[in-house]
């Protein structure tokens, strides 16, 4: 049972837009910065939104992010195969055991 | 070139011990918090530890709390994780990640990964 809760998958068409949802409380999201992760089969996560809403370099402006409260969002639009991957929110926790949480990850299929 | 690069994985017996490294390159080491993150097989992401940029201060996940200890060696630009008390729960993927902004537990995401190295817990 993941800290942040997301959906476990997804789906769109080609083209389309897409938006994956990332829930948590006041010790997390509600008072830390949101990072998404993108990861493909085999291969280690890479950063695709630090910050709750900056793009690293290189990231395509297709991915955008955003938050509000206690939930976070992350937004994929020109949906293109290439996209199809898991998906993971994180952030920091300052419960008393602090640290980092992530969410169970989001599985998008580009259909 | 930014780059982590981890090794120390390996099959280990239940209870047994391990030593992984993380060196790093490309990057002024000693300015970032570092943490380890782990993936059990068909599994999520499951964050391990964070060390300080001096390496005095550490947070654990409760899972692995007292069996774990992160440290690291900034003469050498090399992250450590001591894997105690090994349990086919332990069983992942270990990546070592740095932290975007330097001296920040979290500000910056984690913005360079290792590519792994797997820990196999059996008998």
């Known amino acids: 049972q993941s800290v942040l809760t997301q959906p476990p998958s997804v789906s769109a068409a080609p083209g389309q837009k897409v938006t994956i949802s990332c829930s948590g409380g006041s010790s997390n999201i509600g008072n830390n910065y949101v990072s998404w992760y993108q990861q493909f089969p085999g291969t280690a996560p890479k950063l695709l939104i630090y910050?709750?809403?900056k793009r690293p370099s290189g990231i395509p402006d297709r991915f955008s992010g955003s938050k509000s409260g206690t939930s976070a969002t992350l937004g994929i639009t020109g949906l293109q195969t290439g996209d199809e991957a898991d998906y993971y929110c994180?952030?920091?926790?300052?419960?008393?055991?602090?640290?980092?949480?992530f969410g169970g990850g989001t599985k998008l299929t580009v259909l | 070139e930014v780059q982590l690069l981890e090794s120390g994985g390996g099959l280990v017996q239940p209870g047994g011990s391990l030593r992984l490294s993380c060196v790093a390159s490309?990057?002024?080491?000693?300015?970032?918090?570092m943490s380890w993150v782990r993936q059990a097989p068909g599994k999520g992401l499951e964050w391990v530890s964070a060390i300080s940029s001096g390496g005095v201060n550490t947070y654990y996940a409760d899972s692995v709390k007292g069996r774990f200890t992160s440290s690291r060696d900034n003469s050498k630009n090399t992250l450590f994780l001591q894997l105690n008390g090994l349990t086919a729960e332990d069983t992942a993927v270990y990546y070592c990640?740095?932290?975007?902004?330097?001296?920040?537990?979290?500000?910056?995401?984690?913005?360079?990964w290792g590519q792994g190295t797997t820990v196999t817990v059996s008998s």
């Open positions: 910050e709750n809403n």
């Open positions: 990640a740095k932290v975007g902004r330097s001296g920040s537990w979290s500000d910056g995401g984690m913005d360079v």
């Open positions: 490309g990057f002024s080491f000693s300015t970032y918090v």
């Open positions: 994180g952030t920091w926790d300052t419960t008393l055991s602090a640290g980092w949480v």
